[in-house]
Antibody, heavy 128, light 108 residues
Framework: QVQLQESGPGLVKSSGTLSLTCIVS??????????WTWIRQTPGKGLEWIGR???????NYNSSLKTRATISIDTSKNHFSLSLTSVTAADTAIYYC????????????????????WGQGTLVTVSS | SFEVTQLPSVSVSPGQTASITCSGN??????TCWYQQKPGQSPMLVIY???IRPSGIPERFSGSTSGHTATLTISDTQAVDEADYFC???????????FGGGTKLTVL
């Protein structure tokens, strides 16, 4: 049974850096099948994809966050991490880590992407 | 990037069929998946690649697409199905997923 668990400070000062780690059990982040993903949720903006990292360290980011977000992977510890710099109150949200599958369909034209396992989420509040 | 639109709320009586839609002018060119989120819980995948149910999801959940609209259908809706439902597609022009704003399903 795959489980993901977010950990990190629940309170971050404005202009500081938000750092979270997702510990994975029941699967290996070294597996080439999945992308390891961060998403956040706010009442106002709903679900927002932050970005993903592959087992080889290749990453993709939400274009609106790209300059501030870094996702890294540590295969020796079987976890992956998020760093978000220069945070403001707008970054206050529930942060989820998730396992995602991304591949082209059998015809090779359309991309299939979905998140099949999610962590329980952690609330991060940015304070002034 | 493009947007996908969901109605904020849908109501259904127990035992009836609930239809939750997701619309967007590029939805016909991509696969859609659906997540269920109950209060205080993380989202859970209920449909992927338009119409495939993950293991453990009841058969009363089904998905379909027609034109620019994707639909999640819940047959014989039960009280336990009361939740928020989010659709998600993939924007090939940006290489990013796009989420709908969510629909709150109320089982009256």
């Amino acid at each position: 049974q795959v489980q993901l668990q977010e950990s990190g400070p629940g309170l971050v000062k404005s202009s500081g850096t938000l750092s979270l780690t997702c510990i994975v059990s029941g699967d290996s982040v070294s597996s080439g099948t999945y992308y390891w993903t961060w998403i956040r949720q706010t009442p106002g903006k709903g679900l927002e994809w932050i970005g993903r990292v592959s087992h080889s360290g290749r990453h993709n980011y939400n274009s609106s966050l790209k300059t501030r977000a870094t996702i890294s992977i540590d295969t020796s510890k079987n976890h992956f991490s998020l760093s978000l710099t220069s945070v403001t109150a707008a970054d206050t949200a529930i942060y989820y880590c998730a396992r995602g599958l991304g591949k082209y369909d059998s015809g090779g034209y359309y991309y299939v992407y979905y998140l099949d396992q999610w962590g329980q989420g952690t609330l991060v509040t940015v304070s002034s | 990037s493009f947007e996908v639109t969901q109605l904020p709320s849908v109501s259904v009586s127990p035992g009836q069929t609930a239809s939750i839609t997701c619309s967007g002018n590029k939805l016909g060119d991509m696969y859609t998946c659906w997540y269920q989120q109950k209060p205080g819980q993380s989202p859970m995948l209920v449909i992927y690649q338009d119409n495939i149910r993950p293991s453990g999801i009841p058969e009363r959940f089904s998905g379909s697409t027609s034109g620019h609209t994707a639909t999640l259908t819940i047959s014989d809706t039960q009280a336990v199905d009361e939740a928020d439902y989010f659709c998600q597609g993939w924007d090939s022009s940006t290489g990013e997923p796009v989420f709908g704003g969510g629909t709150k399903l109320t089982v009256l």
